[in-house]
């Protein structure tokens, strides 16, 4: 939407998004650039990362975007360290949780409260190489065709019902980070639609199947 000035102004009705991220952010950076467009329908209005040194925050921070670091070594143990993630994450009424290279797993507690409105994204076509290291263990599969997953999070490690999934070819002579970045284009573009289209057309889950819009 434009205000007679020129200036962009944000539709109410755009769902809320909090970004969970560990590193550098990329994907962070490529909703900021969506949400400009008012009809996106989804704007970040927080970013959460576990790491003080995570790009993503300079990223929130250039973009005018609220964010907190809950860093485990500033909690006794884990359950705090979680209670610390429910407690940022919650201050900014998400509609929707994003995690993107966000590296550590959270409590069942926590994915509960977000049941069917936390999404991951992950460099491999799942159910395939679920983890820490999907490319390394990619190209030590030898498999010739990987991708990218956007799926719900439940209280495994990267089980939840997929969402979406692009496929990207292993090519002779990749290396783990030529392969991670030719992912990371398709992750880029395969997030920003399909959180775009959850936020204006909603995301429907019965059992393992997840579908957006009706
Ligand atoms: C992304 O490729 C994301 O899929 C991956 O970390 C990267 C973060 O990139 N996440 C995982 O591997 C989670 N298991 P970014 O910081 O540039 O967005």
């Known amino acids: 939407m434009q205000t007679p000035s020129g200036h962009s102004v944000e539709s109410s009705s755009a769902k809320r998004l909090v970004v969970l991220a560990s590193g550098g952010g990329s994907n962070l950076a490529a909703l900021l650039a969506a949400q400009q467009e008012a009809s996106y329908g989804a704007r970040v209005v927080g970013v959460v990362t576990d790491r003080p040194t995570a790009g993503a ?7 005018g975007v609220a964010s907190a670091v809950v860093a485990m070594n500033d909690f006794d143990d884990r359950a705090g360290w979680n209670d610390g993630i429910l407690e940022a994450v919650s201050v900014f009424q998400p509609d929707y949780l994003i995690l993107a290279g966000f590296m550590r797993i ?3 507690s926590v994915v509960r409260k977000f049941e ?5 994204t992950h460099p ?5 190489f679920p983890g820490a290291h999907p490319v390394r263990d990619t190209l030590a599969h030898g498999v010739k ?5 956007v799926h719900l999070v439940d209280d495994g490690v990267d089980t939840g019902p997929i969402i979406a999934q692009t496929a990207v070819p292993v090519l002779d002579g990749d290396d783990e ?3 991670t970045e030719r992912i990371k284009v398709a992750e880029r573009a395969l997030l920003v639609e399909t959180v775009g289209r959850i936020a204006r057309e909603g995301l429907y889950v019965a059992g393992r199947k997840a579908s957006i819009g009706r």
């Open 57 to 63: 925050l300079d990223l929130a921070r250039d973009a």
């Open 106 to 108: 959270l409590a069942p």
């Open 116 to 120: 069917g409105r936390m999404m991951n």
């Open 124 to 128: 491999a076509l799942l159910p395939s």
């Open 145 to 149: 065709v990987t991708g990218c997953t």
């Open 177 to 179: 980070p030529t392969l």
